[in-house]
Structures are given as structure tokens and as C-alpha cells.
């Protein structure tokens, strides 16, 4: 994003990031209210950023002469300006007037000397071994404690009579008025109000402030939305300083034309930026994600499926793949109703041969017959667009079948399959013979290996025949979401685009298919055009706000969404679409607003996170996390672990390695994935290898294997905020529901930790919202014991609680654990059982399965019951 850091900075950056944690900063409060609270670490790291942002910019515009020893004096000032927040007495105040059982503390007037003078002693060591330079600049530390004790003066009016003391230098003038400026603007809620502050100092006056705002955050496409804005302001000389999840605020000369957005050239970006992510991922991974399923919507993302012929290409593959495409023999009494009934239309056509061999042809047919019900969907799809962008779906869709029939006529060597029915999952029995028949009469049907290549090589061409006829009539999928997407800018607004897409908009609503009145999507409240299978949004582990109550989504259930809505969970399925595992949504926003060093930061952490084999557990494994927490490493979690280790089996390796190999069309030899390239005939041999250190796995290969295990992709593609998706479960086999909610939970803390930010839920997430600590706490009426133990206020994990939560959870899984491998009969809700029974009686029951329990499931009690 800016590589405009210098390692100095980087440098500085890292030991005030070090010195805060250790202080406890991200336990204590530096705002609060109704709305927001603000850890300490976040707010003062923040105005140290923004203030050399401040102070950068100013340097380019030549208002201030900036030298290396003002550059660093206005970071270390920002860091330290609330520094003597940290006391007890100033926290006990917060917590008391949280409580309601106090005034409200002032956010001044604790700036005192010495206040100060402790931080400052710890911090100074360790900038000046980092930062040798910092030694010889002399009266650098009494400067910046002047400054912060004249910006508590300007708030507190009993003490403006001192505020006539002499500055020691002007630097420290500068850091005193750019520092204040900072935080004012870090103190601020919202986007817009940012730049409403006034800009009436000496050197401040010389900027002007203005910002972009988006109305609603959807993820994904919201991130290029960002992107692109941000693009076009820092095209017209403005310098982006302060990321919003919904909005960025930019600074740039006082008097300096804000631009009008063009929306021509944003739409052009967010498309090129959809198909640069889109360009990445692989055709197999497309590929995935256009199908849905056979006994709901068969093609769930049909512009995937028709994007290239590659895609196609491994669309079969992959579906050839599935259960539903193999034969199955059955016996005559295994057979289903609807099977039954076609076996004997089947039957009566091959007198004279006997019952395995009509068994035979019946499973072939069956499977054959499934991977035709895709291809009419795919048709299907294709038919379905054309009709709702207004392009002649009657003579498409002739076209259409017409294709289809040359096709098989042609590479499977049978007579026109004119006769054919409309190919569907209800088409009855005898609708089905026709289709037998034409079959049978190929004359690669007698060799069943022989058939099933040629009948592959006809579905995949003859999509690519339908694939045609979808380039040619239906518009670019990106372009039409990036328009509607336009809708979404709600500041710097271009009015004549503004017209358009509302235009646009009310051609979709009149045109509405429904005839009750305009649909709302149940997502963003925008207007609905589709009806989407509610598997499409994931299987979230709690029941979903945009069902009737206590109804699950998946099995068939149905939710309105918008185009724009829909698009995004179709670019989620693009990245998270392995086996059947449900997936999830989170979001990692910052308290309140981002800076540039934060945003740094956060990138490191996705980084590690993403690509890191062995630095950080798996964040799905909670197990491995509750053990580091236990273990006293907490502190040491944001910076990742000492020693690197493994976190996976050679088992699980071996099959992520062969997953791999088979998508690169690798099989039989994988040893162009290693290096030595050593002989390797698949993924076990492979991990068997790297298990003795024998070789290791190309880099890419190494990423795409990690890829698999971690089961999760964060996107970080502006700097407003973090959205991650996750394909795998924290959830034990048919545990329930509320039991995976606490490992959840769990799961969030250690986000909101590595991060520093508040970690959201993907369904939990309404604009502008409160966000009153680091993370929600399961509303649950049964995990109430839960909410009671965690301290938890208002439903959030409150700031001061984080390490207690991560701390009390680690324990609390990890007794669960211990329990589960003795056998003690709670059976799979021991989680839940734990929550609230007494530690005496959990402890008889452990006794009497196992006399030798490990010493450890006493700490882990003793830690979930405060009995330490
Ligand atoms: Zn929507």
C-alpha cells in the first residue's frame, strides 16, 4: 500500500508497539462512550501515525522544513500524549463511569510531568538502542513532554494561566499543534465528522481535510469500492491519512480543488480490480464455485462456469468427480421409488439379458442421466439471463439445444436427440427412455471406459458451444456490479451519476418479476432481484437473522438479496469452495479508525496469518491456541511464536500435497513440487520426505498447501478493514450448536488479539453500529453461566477483559478436552456442562473414570473458576 515508511520508522513503530503491550495498553481505555470504546494501544498508536502523516504532508508542501529529529519527535509525541492515561486512578474512573457509578473522568488534566516521566524512562532505552541517532538529540524527551503538557492546558481552563511558558523549540510548537489535530481527528466517530474539525492552527490552517464514504459495507466488493475511491482522490494531489470501515478521510493543500468523482473511470477500476482477484484464482477454483447442487440450484455462479474454456474444462472434471456421476450397482430391492420406476421402463427394452447386466445399465444410465440434469442447467442459466437483460431468450434458447444436439450427435456418433425431454431431476420414468435408447445406440457405449471419456468430452463441449451464446448476448457480470456498486458511494457524490443508477435502478423495479411490490434484500435492505438458495450464504454456526425464526439455512430455504449481495457471496465462493465444509464470515475493524502504521501492521499480521507455515497455529485449531495461552505465551501472540513448529499431521500434509498435485495435473509424480526433486509418486511419499527434512516444497507449492490446511483467506485489499473467510469448523463432530458458539468466541478473541481490533462476526455486522470492546458474546440464553464468568458487559468482551476471556476460554476447552478423552459421560455437550457445574463434582466425575488425570485439568479448572 505505501512504501513510503522508513525503516526507521518501522523501527520505531515495532518498540512503541512493544512498550504498549507491555504497559497493558490494549486492556486499558483511552475513549469511551455510548457508542465506541477505544483501547489505549489503538488510540495512541494511531495519533503517533496520523501525526507524521500530518507532519508528511506538510514536508511535501513545503510548509515545514522536516528533519529527521522533528520526523520522530512527532511520533514519539503522539505515542506518549495520553501516556498518563494508563494510571489506575484514570481507568478506575473509566470503569466506574461505565458502571454508571461515577463522573465522567476528564480527557485531560492527567497529562502531568509526571505522569509522564515512567513511560518515558521505560521507552527511552529502548529507542535509543534501536535508534542510536536518538542519543545525541539533546532536550528531544523534555520537548516532547512540553508539548503534552501544554495540549492538557488548552483543555483545562484552571490552568491557562501557566500555558505562557516559552516553547523550548519550535519543533516542539509543531508536534504540540499537529499531535492535537491528531487526536482530535482520531477521537472522532464517524468519517464525516472528521473533517468538520476546525484547522485553526499556525501550520494546520495551511491543510484541508475531505473524505469518501461508502453506505454500506459489504466486504469484498466494498474493498474495491475503497480502492478505487481512494485512487481517484490521491490522483487529485489528496494524501488518504485515516481509514473508517465505511470511509477514508484525506488531507491535501487548504484551498485545493476536491475533485468530482468520475464515475466512467471508477467503475473501470472496480472491474479491472474484480478481474485482477478473479485472474488469480485458479479455473479449478471457478470452477468449484459455479456449481451448487444437484437437488437445489445446479449452477449456482454460471458466470463463472462460462468465463473460459478452462474453466469448463475442469467444471466436468470436477463434476465428473462427485458421487452422483459414478455408477452405483444396486440390488433390484435396494432400488428407490423414482429408480424403480425407471428400471423397469429400462428393463422392458432388454429382453432377453439378465437381471445384473439391467442392474448395469440402469446405474450407468442414472449417472449419465445426473450429469445431463447439470448440462440443462447450465442451459438453463443461460436461457434465464437472457431473459432478464431483454436479448431474444426464444431464439437463444433454440440455438441453444440445437448446439447441444450436434454436439452429441457428432462426438458420440448417435442419431439427432431431438426426441429428447427437457432434462431435469423430476422428469418422470418414462420421459427418461427416450434418452436410454438414443444413448445405447453409440457405439463407444459397449466399452464403459471408452464411454465415459467421450461422454465427458461431449458435455464439455457443448457447454463451451453454450459458453458461446452467454459472451455474445449476455453483458460482463463485472461491469454491471461495478455500476450498481456506484450506487454505494455516498460522499464525494457526482450528481449526474447519482441519476443514472437510480435510473437504472428503477428500470430493475419496475421490471420486478414478483408483481407484490418491490422486494428488500434481506442483507442490505437494497432492492432484491434475486431469490437465492440460502446455502449460497453459508452455514453459519448460529441460526440467521434473515430466516423465520429457528428455521436453518440450507434445505432449501430461500432469502431475497440484491445483485450486489448476491455477487459477494458468489466471489466468497470463488476462494472457499473445498469439500462440503460450512464457512463463515468475520470482520476485523479498527477501534474506530486506522492509521497508515497500523495499517502497516495489520498487513504483517495477515501476511503471517496467510503465509507463515509454522509461525502461527492455524486459527481454526483452537486446541493448539487454548494450549499457547495456558502455556503464558498470551503476550507473545502478537508477535508471533519464538520457534516455529508444525501444526499438522503427516497424514493431513499428504493428502493436502496430493490435492494439490492432482489440481497442477501432477498425478503420479509430484517431484517438480520439491526441492531436491526427489522421486515422489504422490502426496504421501511427499510428506513422508519433508517429515525427515529430506527436501522442501517449492514456494508456490508450499502457499498452495498451506492454503488448503489453514482453511481460511483473509482479504485485505483496502486498508479499512479485514474481511476473512473461513471454510473451515471449530465444531466437534454433532456438537451442538451453543457449545460451538463458546469455541467461536474463542476463536474472535484470538483474532481481536492479534489484531488490536474489534472482530466481528459476518452476520452480526450493521452499519455503524456499537462496538463497545473487543469482541460479542453469544446472546444464547443458554450459555447466560458463560456471559456471567466472562464478565461480559452488554453483551462485549470489554476491553480490560480480553486476556481474562482468552485466559478462562483456553481453560475452559481445554478441561472440555480432558473430560471428552476420559470418557467422563457428558458425552458431546461437555462444554456446556462445564459451564456452571460445580469444580467439586467435575472432579469426582473425572476421579472415577481416570485416577491418574493429568495434574494440568486442575489448573484448567482452577483457571475457568477464578481459584487461582
Ligand atoms: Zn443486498
Redesign the pocket.
Known amino acids: 500500500m505505501h512504501s513510503d515508511c522508513t525503516p526507521d520508522a518501522d523501527d520505531l513503530l515495532e518498540v512503541m508497539k512493544k512498550l504498549a503491550e507491555e504497559r497493558k495498553w490494549h486492556l486499558k481505555y483511552a475513549k469511551f462512550n455510548w457508542r465506541v470504546h477505544q483501547s489505549l494501544l489503538a488510540h495512541c498508536l494511531s495519533v503517533s501515525s496520523l501525526s507524521s502523516s500530518l507532519l508528511d504532508c506538510l514536508g511535501e508542501l513545503n510548509y515545514v522544513q522536516s528533519t529527521e529529529k522533528l520526523r520522530l519527535q512527532v511520533a514519539l509525541t503522539g505515542f506518549l500524549h495520553d501516556a498518563g492515561k494508563e494510571s489506575e486512578s484514570f481507568q478506575g474512573a473509566v470503569e466506574d463511569f461505565l458502571a454508571s457509578k461515577g463522573a465522567e473522568p476528564l480527557d485531560f488534566g492527567h497529562q502531568q510531568d509526571g505522569d509522564l516521566r515512567p513511560v518515558i524512562e521505560s521507552l527511552k532505552k529502548d529507542v535509543e538502542d534501536r535508534l542510536p541517532l536518538v542519543r545525541d538529540l539533546r532536550g528531544i524527551w523534555e520537548e516532547v513532554i512540553w508539548s503534552i503538557s501544554q495540549m492538557g492546558r488548552r483543555e483545562n481552563a484552571g490552568a491557562v494561566s501557566h500555558s505562557f511558558e516559552r516553547a523550548p523549540s519550535n519543533d516542539a510548537l509543531i508536534c504540540k499543534e499537529l499531535v492535537h489535530l491528531a487526536d482530535v481527528m482520531m477521537s472522532k466517530l464517524k468519517v464525516e465528522d472528521v473533517v468538520s474539525v476546525s484547522l485553526d492552527g499556525q501550520i494546520v490552517s495551511k491543510l484541508q481535510l475531505t473524505y469518501s464514504k461508502v453506505s454500506v459495507v ?1 466486504g469484498v466488493l466494498t474493498q474495491f469500492l475503497h480502492a478505487a475511491l481512494e485512487s481517484q482522490l490521491t490522483d487529485a494531489g489528496f494524501r488518504p491519512v485515516q481509514w473508517f470501515p465505511n470511509g477514508t478521510v484525506y488531507i491535501g493543500r487548504a484551498g485545493a480543488q476536491v475533485p468530482h468523482i468520475d464515475s466512467a473511470k471508477l467503475v473501470e477500476s472496480v472491474v479491472k480490480k474484480m478481474q485482477d482477484v478473479l485472474d488469480k484464482s485458479s479455473p479449478f477454483q471457478m470452477a468449484k464455485a459455479a456449481y451448487g447442487d444437484l437437488r437445489a440450484q445446479v449452477i449456482a455462479a454460471p458466470e463463472f462456469l462460462f468465463a473460459n474454456n478452462e474453466s469448463i474444462r475442469e467444471f466436468w472434471k470436477n463434476i465428473s468427480g462427485q458421487r452422483f456421476a459414478k455408477p452405483s450397482s444396486k440390488k433390484p430391492d435396494e432400488l428407490k421409488e423414482a429408480e424403480r420406476k425407471v428400471y423397469q421402463q429400462i428393463s422392458g427394452q432388454l429382453d432377453g439379458k439378465d437381471e445384473s447386466t439391467k442392474l448395469t445399465y440402469l446405474a450407468r444410465f442414472l449417472s449419465d442421466f445426473n450429469l445431463l440434469i447439470v448440462l440443462y442447467a447450465a442451459r438453463k442459466q443461460l436461457v434465464e439471463n437472457a431473459e432478464n437483460v431483454g436479448v431474444g431468450s426464444r431464439a437463444i434458447e433454440e440455438e441453444a439445444t440445437k448446439r447441444i444436439q450436434e454436439t452429441f450427435a457428432q462426438v458420440l456418433r448417435i442419431p439427432s436427440t431431438a426426441t429428447w425431454p427437457e432434462v431435469a431431476l423430476q422428469n418422470r420414468a418414462e420421459k427418461c427412455l427416450p434418452v436410454a435408447k438414443t444413448l445405447w445406440l453409440s457405439p463407444y457405449y459397449e466399452n464403459p471406459a471408452d464411454w465415459k471419456r467421450k461422454f465427458l468430452e461431449a458435455l464439455e463441449k457443448a457447454t463451451v458451444g453454450l459458453a458461446d451464446l452467454w459472451r455474445q448476448h449476455i453483458p460482463d457480470r463485472c461491469t454491471s456490479v461495478a455500476r450498481l456498486l456506484m450506487l454505494d458511494v455516498a460522499y464525494p457524490l457526482d450528481p449526474k451519476a447519482v441519476m443514472e443508477a437510480v435510473g437504472n435502478l428503477n428500470t430493475v423495479i419496475v421490471e420486478g418479476k414478483t408483481g407484490h411490490g418491490t422486494p428488500t ?6 432492492v ?1 432481484v434475486h431469490e437465492a438458495q440460502a446455502e449460497l450464504f453459508g452455514k453459519s454456526e448460529i441460526y440467521h437473522d434473515d430466516l423465520v425464526a429457528g428455521s436453518r439455512r440450507g434445505g432449501g430455504n430461500k432469502i431475497q ?2 445483485e ?2 448476491e455477487f459477494e457471496e458468489k466471489l466468497h465462493a470463488v476462494f472457499m469452495t473445498r469439500g462440503q465444509e460450512p464457512f463463515s464470515t468475520f470482520y476485523i475493524f479498527p477501534h474506530l479508525a486506522l492509521s497508515r502504521n497500523q495499517q502497516l501492521d495489520w498487513q504483517k499480521t495477515v501476511d503471517k496469518i496467510k503465509l507463515g507455515p509454522g509461525w502461527l497455529p492455524p486459527l481454526l485449531r483452537v486446541h493448539q491456541w487454548a494450549e499457547l495461552v495456558m502455556e503464558g505465551n498470551i503476550t507473545s501472540l502478537s508477535l508471533s511464536l519464538d520457534r516455529p513448529g508444525s501444526f499438522f499431521s503427516e497424514k493431513e500434509l499428504a493428502r493436502a500435497i496430493q490435492e494439490v498435485g492432482e489440481e497442477e495435473g501432477l498425478e503420479g509424480d509430484l517431484s517438480s513440487m520439491i526441492d531436491p526433486p526427489l522421486d515422489a509418486k504422490d502426496g504421501k511419499a511427499v510428506a513422508s520426505y519433508l517429515s525427515r527434512g529430506r527436501c522442501a516444497l517449492k514456494e508456490r507449492f508450499g502457499r498452495q498447501v498451506y492454503k488448503i490446511l489453514i482453511r481460511l483467506e483473509p482479504f485485505y485489499l483496502s486498508p479499512n478493514f479485514v474481511l476473512l473467510l473461513t471454510n473451515g469448523t471449530v465444531a466437534d463432530r454433532d456438537e451442538p450448536e451453543s457449545s460451538v458458539a463458546i469455541k467461536w468466541t474463542f476463536f474472535r478473541c484470538i483474532l481481536a488479539r492479534l489484531f488490536s481490533a474489534t472482530v466481528l462476526g459476518g452476520d452480526s455486522i450493521r452499519e455503524e453500529g456499537a462496538t463497545l470492546g473487543y469482541t460479542t458474546v453469544p446472546s444464547n440464553i443458554v450459555l447466560k453461566p458463560l456471559t456471567k464468568k466472562l464478565n461480559s458487559a452488554g453483551g462485549w468482551i470489554p476491553i480490560p477483559n480480553l486476556e481474562r476471556a482468552l485466559k478462562k476460554l483456553s481453560a475452559l476447552i481445554l478441561a472440555a478436552r480432558e473430560l471428552s478423552n476420559a470418557d467422563a459421560g457428558y458425552g458431546k455437550s461437555t462444554l456446556l456442562h462445564l459451564l456452571d457445574e460445580e469444580p467439586g463434582r467435575i472432579l469426582v466425575r473425572m476421579t472415577n473414570r481416570n485416577r491418574a488425570y493429568p495434574k494440568r485439568f486442575i489448573s484448567y479448572l482452577d483457571a475457568w473458576n477464578d481459584r487461582e
Open positions: 459489504r434484500c434481506q442483507r442490505c435492505g437494497g432484491a438479496v440484491c450486489l449481495c
